[in-house]
């Protein structure tokens, strides 16, 4: 079935360590874009991608890191997690040409202590 | 740069009662697009409804329907005949079809429908 996912679901985590959210897609998507989505429920886009070895910042300044070396798979990294991180990350795919329509995975939701 | 509103932090409705979600949007741009997505407590942001700037008729998906107002720039949700199943987040959301085609979304306005 073709689905975009997202794992961890919840990741609680200590300041200091190393994490990856990873993202992936099973719908041939090439434009894939990660959110991040405050208490306050506000949605901002921080990174995205045309394609695979192209990355792009967004609208709001992040200190994660992304990658696209294969088509389906979009991970955010963050190295070295600090308490102002803690949010819901959300991904998103949608293809090249329209309806326009974005997939949004699940989400992870991540706690630095 | 595009900025997308939505005034109403909260609503609250009986089952089976009409609501309007409102949105205005700020922008330059002739060609766009809107959506409202639909954010379940704990689950998957979904589409609900989209509507082309370019179309003067007022997209309509089951019980969801938009009021597009393009020399207002509103863009209204409403939806009719509310469920239990509609309590959810709902997101307003802009798109320029060019470059990133990334969304720009409002503050959402958590909805509650009361049994």
């Known amino acids: 079935e073709a689905d975009i996912y997202q794992t961890p679901r919840y990741l609680v985590i200590g300041t200091g360590k190393k994490i990856t959210l990873e993202c992936s897609q099973t719908?041939?998507?090439?434009?894939m874009y990660w959110y991040q989505q405050d208490p306050g429920m506000e949605l901002h886009l921080i990174h995205y991608?045309?394609?695979?070895?192209?990355?792009e910042k967004g609208d709001l300044s992040s200190e994660s890191t992304v990658s696209r070396i294969r088509t389906e798979h979009f991970p955010l990294t963050l190295e070295s997690a600090r308490p102002s991180h803690t949010s819901q990350y959300l991904c998103?795919?949608?293809?090249?040409?329209?309806?326009?329509?974005?997939?949004f995975g699940p989400g992870t939701r991540l706690t630095v202590l | 740069a595009q900025t997308v509103t939505q005034s109403q932090p909260e609503m609250s409705v009986q089952e089976a009662e009409t609501v309007t979600l409102s949105c205005t949007y700020d922008?330059?741009?002739?060609?766009?697009?809107l959506f409202w997505y639909k954010q379940p407590p704990s689950r998957q942001m979904i589409l609900v409804i989209r509507?082309?700037?370019?179309?003067?008729q007022n997209a309509t998906e089951n019980r969801f329907s938009v009021n597009f107002q393009k020399a207002a720039k509103s863009f209204s949700l409403k939806i009719s005949d509310s469920q239990l199943g509609d309590t959810a987040m709902y997101f307003c959301?802009?798109?320029?079809?060019?470059?990133?085609?990334?969304?720009?979304f409002g503050q959402g306005t958590r909805l509650t429908i009361n049994p």
């Open positions: 509507q082309e700037a370019y179309k003067q």
């Open positions: 719908m041939g998507h090439d434009k």
């Open positions: 998103a795919s949608r293809s090249a040409g329209g309806p326009y329509e974005q997939f």
């Open positions: 959301a802009f798109m320029k079809p060019q470059g990133a085609q990334k969304l720009v």
């Open positions: 991608s045309y394609g695979v070895n192209s990355t």
């Open positions: 922008t330059s741009e002739s060609n766009y697009y």
